[in-house]
């Protein structure tokens, strides 16, 4: 069983994966194989200033990133400083064990925890950490010898990603790292690009403009924006401009007094009210008529407004965050928004990039979706097959993160007891070669289907990738497991362009 682990271990690592990515999916690998509730590996900052959870298994993003210590704190960091794996029968009988992630009941939960360092040149560069249940002292002294094999399959990789941290004295100018800021999962260069006009416009109470595509993460940005000002204390308010009528939009945005229209029984604070001295978030701010257009105009510029039915002028302090998906530029053209709300609206401009423009991320996000909805759900182990990534790729994501986020979502539903998620589990639009929707004329037309034949076609491709990659490119297991003799699915494979050499661990 070790052999069979290691193997996947190392035909993961020489993917073409982005560093990171490749670290999830060997704690993913290790979850198949070895007895464990949790797994984390850690790096050192580059300056040996602190030790971070830089991918791990079991945790929630908010354990995550909790799990940070200084050389020689905790097991995990005396692991780092001494160079030497540690060995921690039960935590709840180890003082020295800090549970700084606060993943573990230690009342309630028994727990053996074993850290092993993970050696790049002869200098300790992390740790390998596995939660597991407490046993005898034989089983985990063979684990930690495990493990210590692993860490140094995993060395290379895990000095790659060390390499593009950076010390908490440069974060304010460096490029973020996954998930540090508000939810958002990527590395991809457009990202990476996002994060730092974030970072550029928090500290500021200047207008913002999220741009972008429905579905890529605008309201997500809002928050980010909030989250890292001085207004992050205070409250934030949204409203989305697109799901109510003017009449009941100018009641939500500026409140009304008891008697304003029928059925106003009180009074009732507006949106910009409820959001003095914090951050007030309108959607689909393209949306709103020319009329509503022009009232929101004025208290941009006044800072005040008076209630519906009022006559008392209320001053606020909010900080402005608006967002469309609509190309705003043409609709001044057009006449249907006027062009001095754009100007204010428009001081500090970011453009989130649709999901197709972030290929290298749609793996990492549905690695993050697949965790989230297989603990909903409770199930374990649950994964993406080779062939189901492969897929997820070639898709062009008209509904971006969303759609993503629903196509994992079903697919975690009907996944079997196996808890492979296989082409079979993703909806048919996915099954098509190319582009649901055309790119060039921006159609809004349903996906293509395919014909019966592209779509058995399509299956069976990736059965036989599923088989060559379980049995390591062997082509007569392959074939036995699938029910077919070597000559067919030589010729099947022939007729896919898949050759098992692909498949081989490398000696």
Request: net charge neutral; glycine share 8%; aromatic share 6%.
């Amino acid at each position: 069983m070790h052999l069979v682990l290691l193997n996947e271990i190392a035909d993961a690592l020489e993917r073409s994966l982005p560093p990171r990515e490749a670290l999830q999916l060997t704690l993913q690998i290790m979850s198949r194989h070895l007895a464990m509730k949790r797994a984390a590996i850690c790096l050192t900052e580059p300056d040996n200033s602190e030790v971070r959870i830089y991918a791990s298994l079991g945790f929630s993003a908010a354990e995550q990133a909790r799990g940070h210590y200084a050389i020689g704190e905790g097991i995990t960091g005396r692991v780092i400083a001494s160079g030497r794996p540690e060995i921690v029968p039960d935590v709840a009988d180890d003082a020295r064990f800090l549970n700084r992630t606060r993943a573990r009941n230690l009342r309630k939960e028994h727990t053996a925890f074993i850290c092993v360092p993970i050696r790049l040149d002869d200098q300790v560069v992390g740790a390998l950490a596995v939660d597991r249940r407490v046993g005898a002292r034989e089983t985990l002294d063979d684990q930690s010898r495990m493990l210590t094999i692993i860490a140094g399959l995993l060395s290379h990789t895990a000095g790659q990603c060390r390499a593009q941290l950076t010390s908490p004295a440069k974060k304010k100018t460096s490029e973020p790292s996954d998930g540090r800021i508000q939810g958002f999962i990527g590395q991809s260069e457009s990202m990476n690009l996002v994060f730092t006009r974030i970072r550029q416009a928090a500290p500021s109470s200047a207008t913002v403009l999220l741009r972008g595509e429905s579905g890529t993460g605008k309201e997500l940005a809002a928050h980010a924006i909030h989250e890292a000002s001085g207004r992050s204390k205070n409250p934030f308010i949204s409203l989305n401009c697109a799901a109510l009528p003017d009449s009941l939009v100018e009641s939500e945005l500026f409140g009304h007094e008891r008697g304003a229209f029928t059925g106003a029984t009180g009074v009732r604070k507006g949106r910009f009210e409820l959001a003095d001295t914090g951050t007030l978030f309108l959607d689909e701010v393209g949306e709103l008529s020319l009329a509503m257009q022009a009232k929101l105009l004025r208290v941009i510029q006044e800072r005040s407004f008076e209630r519906l039915g009022g006559m008392e002028s209320i001053q606020v302090d909010v900080r402005l965050i608006a967002a469309t998906n609509r190309d705003l530029e043409q609709m001044v053209k057009d006449g249907t928004f006027r062009k001095d709300l754009y100007y204010r609206l428009n001081v500090f401009p970011i453009q989130l990039p649709p999901l197709r423009d972030r290929q290298e991320d749609i793996l990492s996000l549905a690695a993050y979706f697949v965790k989230k909805y297989s603990e909903a759900n409770g199930k374990t182990g649950v994964r993406l097959s080779l062939s189901a990534m492969e897929m997820l790729q070639r898709y062009r994501w008209p509904g971006n993160i969303r759609e993503l986020e629903n196509v994992i979502e079903r697919a975690v539903l009907l996944v079997s007891e196996e808890g492979l998620i296989l082409p079979l589990h993703l909806p048919p639009n996915l099954h098509s070669a190319g582009c649901p929707y055309s790119e060039k004329d921006g159609s809004d037309a349903p996906p293509a289907m395919g014909s019966l034949q592209q779509r058995l076609d399509e299956m069976e491709r990736a059965y036989i990738i599923e088989a060559l990659s379980h049995f390591h490119g062997h082509l007569g297991q392959a074939a036995r497991a699938l029910g077919l003799t070597e000559r067919m699915m030589a010729l099947r494979m022939k007729k896919y362009g898949i050759t098992y050499k692909a498949f081989r661990t490398s000696s």
